[in-house]
């Protein structure tokens, strides 16, 4: 099955946006490509000259996979509270990754040292939960904070909290991506 067409599905509903009109025949595609209508979770991933430009997803499954892609498309172009909304020329110049996530699972462990030891980098995207606060790196962050104590700091301080909320002891769930990217 030929999952590069995730990525001309994400390409043209940013697309749709600038253009005002369909572009994607939704019904044709799933057609042409099953797998597209599995319920998978997505995230997209945008950058331009390497830099991150949006990057929106889902933790769990909750629609088709060519509906995820292409409302996480839409959000990471357009909505992500981090970037203004992307431009037409911006757009000319965007990569784009979509990483199909599998289902999440809860990682039993006693201490950080123990953390340490069952987490996989590079292979493990980690979502931290504590009290209302939330927050998950996808496995592709490894290349960026390679250590797993800079990992888990940065992690803690995009859900909101302290460079060293493991002392708290949070909830961790594992999970894995598939990326395919342009």
Not at 66 to 75: C, G, L, R, S, T
Not at 101 to 111: A, G, Q, R, S
């Given at each position: 099955m030929d999952k590069k067409i995730l990525l001309k599905i994400a390409?043209?509903?940013?697309?749709?946006?600038?253009?005002?009109?369909?572009?994607?025949?939704?019904?044709e595609l799933i057609k042409e490509y099953p797998f597209l209508a599995e319920e998978r979770a997505t995230f997209v991933t945008l950058k331009i000259d390497g830099n991150l430009r949006g990057c929106i997803g889902s933790i769990l499954p909750r629609m088709p996979l060519?509906?995820?892609?292409?409302?996480?498309?839409?959000?990471?172009?357009?909505?992500d509270p981090r970037f203004p909304p992307l431009t037409p020329s911006e757009y000319e110049k965007i990569y784009i990754e979509v990483s199909i996530?599998?289902?999440?699972?809860?990682?039993?462990?006693?201490?950080e040292k123990d953390l340490k030891r069952k987490v996989?980098?590079?292979?493990?995207?980690?979502?931290?939960?504590?009290?209302?606060k939330q927050a998950t790196f996808l496995p592709s962050v490894w290349d960026e904070l390679p250590l797993f104590e800079i990992f888990f700091g940065h992690l803690c301080?995009?859900?909101?909290?302290?460079?060293?909320?493991?002392?708290?002891?949070?909830?961790?769930?594992?999970?894995?991506?598939e990326i395919i990217e342009e």
């Open positions: 390409r043209a509903s940013i697309l749709e946006e600038f253009e005002g009109k369909k572009l994607i025949n939704r019904d060519i509906d995820d892609v292409i409302y996480n498309a839409k959000q990471a172009a357009f909505s996530l599998t289902i999440p699972k809860k990682l039993e462990y006693e201490d996989v980098p590079k292979r493990d995207g980690v979502i931290l939960s504590l009290a209302d301080m995009k859900a909101g909290m302290n460079g060293d909320c493991l002392k708290y002891h949070p909830l961790i769930y594992t999970y894995q991506a």
